[in-house]
């Protein structure tokens, strides 16, 4: 077990309905992150955070917010989903980023 | 801004043979580079970073500032060695930059 769950694995929603995505660790690292990994761009960043109620934007940030209310609990939430944010989503954590990253298993979401 | 680059989509090799993926990054400062792999329907695990000059899997790395480089090299390819591999740029901050990952298929 490497310490973070993703939920839910897979999902299929409809275009315009509101998604969140949760992201729980029990590693109590400070920083936790969002990527969205789309063929030929590898990973993005989407939002992070460096502690409780601490959270700043990534590169692909539009259309999409975060909560961290807890120290375990990092959430992504897709406002309005659309078809360009069919994608998987990891998230991973780390105490320190110089010992890299620890990811989750990943979550598939396709919007229809 | 920073950026990483790997240059090659899919890279297929035949077992035994020597495989080297590329990746190139843009960064005026002082970077930490990373090795991250996904075999098929698991999870992004790290393989190396180039700060602590270690070998996994018998795979490496090596830094090399002047052509702002960091290539993994394998002597001789494993079967097991078919996954995806993505090049992770630390700049400043806790956040790491990602290329676009490189397929290797490594064929019997």
């Known amino acids: 077990d490497a310490g973070i769950t993703q939920s839910p694995r897979h999902k299929v929603t409809e275009t315009g309905t509101p998604v969140t995505l949760r992201c729980h660790q029990t590693?109590?690292?400070?920083?936790m992150y969002w990527y969205r990994q789309d063929p030929g761009h590898g990973l993005r960043l989407i939002h992070y955070?460096?502690?409780?109620?601490?959270?700043d934007k990534g590169e692909v940030s539009d259309g999409y917010s975060v909560s961290r209310s807890k120290t375990e609990d990092f959430l992504l939430t897709l406002e309005s989903a659309t078809s360009s944010q069919t994608s998987v989503y990891f998230c991973?954590?780390?105490?320190?980023?110089?010992?890299?990253?620890?990811f989750g298993s990943g979550t598939r979401l396709t919007v229809v | 801004a920073q950026r990483v680059t790997q240059p090659e989509k899919l890279l297929s090799v035949f077992k035994g043979a020597p495989v080297e993926l590329k990746c190139n990054y843009s960064?005026?400062?002082?970077?930490?580079l990373f090795w991250y792999v996904q075999y098929s329907r698991q999870r992004l695990q790290l393989l190396l970073r180039?700060?602590s000059r270690e070998s996994i899997k018998g795979f490496t790395a090596d830094l090399n500032k002047g052509e702002t480089s960091f290539h993994l090299k394998k002597p001789f390819a494993q079967e097991e060695d078919s996954a995806m591999y993505y090049c992770?740029?630390?700049?400043?901050?806790?956040?790491?930059?990602f290329g676009g990952g490189t397929r290797v298929l490594v064929k019997p």
């Open positions: 180039h700060i």
């Open positions: 960064y005026s400062g002082s970077p930490e």
């Open positions: 590693e109590n690292h400070r920083y």
């Open positions: 992770a740029l630390r700049a400043a901050g806790n956040k790491l930059t």
């Open positions: 955070s460096y502690g409780v109620k601490d959270t």
């Open positions: 991973a954590i780390t105490m320190e980023a110089a010992y890299g990253y620890t």
